[in-house]
């Protein structure tokens, strides 16, 4: 019915379908983001009712901004650290529920539930673990480690946050995996058995190969998740103590808004946005090459 | 067939337009009773006594309905009023902090004619004054300095205690290992960035001068760079004192896992005798209080001579601002708003709501309730004689954050006072 008319036609008939969705994203996405990268070239503070043209002075200043590239620094470190751990368990966690074991419905759904808490009340959860909970344990069993607050350090406050976020994809992650591990044909794992490959070479050759699409998809969420952390730190850490876990998105709201230089702000999220394209599309299109076919 | 689409058209493009009408249908419908007004209100521990202040305000004014909305718990005011103003939706009257008030001024109204202004308080306006206009209604007076706990000190001192002993730092430490000698920790030092940042440190800017132009001065010469504060002996003086309260410091262990809720707690149960705060913390302590109500103020000592600035006064200041909007609301509106403040200052019940409910200092001299709360009345009490020191309110927006941080790094021993005064003289440098 659609081929045999004008362009006009199908147009109108595309835009019937799409257009409700196409208008909601250009309006709330699109034209946000346009307008956001005309905003760098501004001085606005977020109130006034002018502002001037400055051209490419905010991104001057971006380059100048030390804590911005010491914070997107650490990001990068809390991003390689989440990615590995986050992934490991979740496949771990993955393989051993697929295996059959008894219960394993149960075992899936209580992994995946921290996922569906809001990163805000998580960290105000964990932080009542990490700053009450744990201190009390550890000084009545005298385990020096929980013997003061994990997030009064900044080492240990950086890994309570690696913990947390680990704790809540973990099991988002492994869903994932399931649907990859479960697509995984019996047929050449059977062969597998016959040609008398043990567990172990039956992992390494048959059933990571089959996966890889189900990596990239978990790397990418979670390399993207990472970059872009924002509640749980706020919540859990509020970038302290004095500074020290502050990630790069925390920044970037607090020159914006704290700090009130929307256009050094701006310019700050648009650099981020950047950098966290490139290394995104950079991962899904070298994994993308070690893609196989059953 | 034909006409089946063109109903599908139809029908989908009605349902657009719909939303499309539902987004844009913000304006006010008044209808002919009355005047419906909002007030954006950023103190939270107030939003009930506010709501209970609005129904009063109705039965004398039944034509006037006032709106409260709340800043949500996290969001600062000027976050939540900006927002408000860029949606083209601002509240008739907003609340904001002193230092913000500047940034809003082509958009509000100028107040200078009210009839409260010949009452308000010496200095009460004079920040929100600009080219020879004010443009916010003082709200409430804050104070802070060291809280104590009467029934820990006059256990201490063995005795009753009299606050006005303490003007020096060595008679502070004094008092500190007395009680410490009774048993009891000596004080406790809340680590939010906030409290350091925006309460402690700025003593050293306020402690400079009892004129508060050369103050501002001083202010100015820290953006030049012009300040060597590693001689400035104020600014050492403060910290003096500040290591003292580090090393008799009930969580001295783990200084930075202190949170603001334990502070009130253990001051209230009087397991410590002294908390750095504010009287905005009253009740809070209240909730725990084990000492009948007896809690007063001592002065932060920055020197060990009694008579330097400083030292006998309580830093205190306008902290909270209402102002006007007279972009969006209309002149009824505007009127309606001018009522509420003059029913606040004048009217029997609003001054009860001021004083008695809310808990509030106000910057009104025709005013003459007394305060209840024991940490008001404190503050009120140095207000009276004289002894206070104008709080720094128009530090730049993110002073707190960034200052804090650098004396949490203190308070840790993560860093040296070397470091902290260089990196609170950088950070001056950075101020546009």
Known sequence: ?294 | MKTMKWMKVLALSLAVMMFVAACGKNEQQESGSGVKITLLNSKGEIQSQLEAAAAAFKEDYPDITLEIIPVPAGQSPFEKASALYASGNPATITMLDTGDVEKFKDRILDLSGEKWMADAVDRSTSLTTFDGKNYAFPLAIEGYGFIYNKAVVDQAVGGSFDPATITTTDALEQLFQKIEASGKAPLIVSPMDWSLGAHYLPLAYAGQSSDPAAVARFVEDLKAGKVDLASNSVFNGLLDTFDLMAKYNIDKKSPLSGTYERGPEVLGKGEVGIWFQGNWAWPQISSFDTASGQYGFLPVPVSNNADDFGNTQISSAVSKRLVLDKEKNTAEQQAAAKTFLEWMVYSEKGQDFLVNQANIIPAFKNIKLEAKDPLAKSISDYIAKGKSEESMSTLPADHWAKIGASMQKYLAGAADRATLLTEIQDYWKTVK
């Open chain 1, 1 to 294: 019915m659609t081929t045999e008319k004008g362009l006009w036609d199908r147009l109108r008939l595309r835009l019937l379908f799409t257009g409700p969705t196409l208008f909601a994203f250009l309006a709330v996405m699109i034209v946000p983001f346009l307008y956001g990268i005309y905003l760098t070239f501004t001085n606005w503070d977020g109130i006034s009712t002018t502002s001037t043209f400055v051209g490419v002075e905010n991104y001057f200043s971006v380059f100048q901004d030390t804590v911005f590239w010491k914070s997107f620094l650490l990001t990068l470190k809390y991003v390689f650290v989440t990615v590995v751990l986050i992934n490991a368990f979740a496949f771990l966690l993955a393989y051993a529920l697929t295996s059959g074991l008894k219960g394993q419905s149960l075992f899936r759904a209580g992994f995946f539930i921290p996922n569906l808490v809001g990163g805000i009340v998580l960290g105000f959860v964990w932080q009542f673990i990490f700053s009450n909970v744990l201190v009390y344990l550890g000084k009545e069993l005298s385990f020096p480690l929980f013997g003061d607050s994990w997030l009064a350090d900044p080492n240990k406050a950086f890994w309570a946050m690696i913990i947390v976020t680990v704790w809540q994809y973990a099991g988002y992650m492994m869903v994932i995996y399931v649907a990859g591990l479960m697509n995984v044909p019996n047929d050449i794992m059977e062969a597998a058995s016959i040609d008398g490959a043990s567990l172990l070479t039956k992992l390494r050759k048959m059933v990571l190969p089959l996966m890889v699409p189900s990596f990239i998809v978990c790397i990418f969420l979670s390399l993207q998740r990472g970059f872009m952390v924002y509640d749980l730190n706020i919540s859990l850490t509020k970038g302290g103590p004095f500074k020290s876990t502050e990630m790069v998105s925390m920044h970037v709201y607090e020159k914006a808004f704290l700090s009130r230089d929307y256009g050094v702000g701006q310019a700050e999220a648009f650099v981020l946005f950047l950098l966290v394209a490139i290394i995104t599309i950079a991962q899904v299109y070298f994994s993308k090459k070690m893609e196989v076919e059953a």
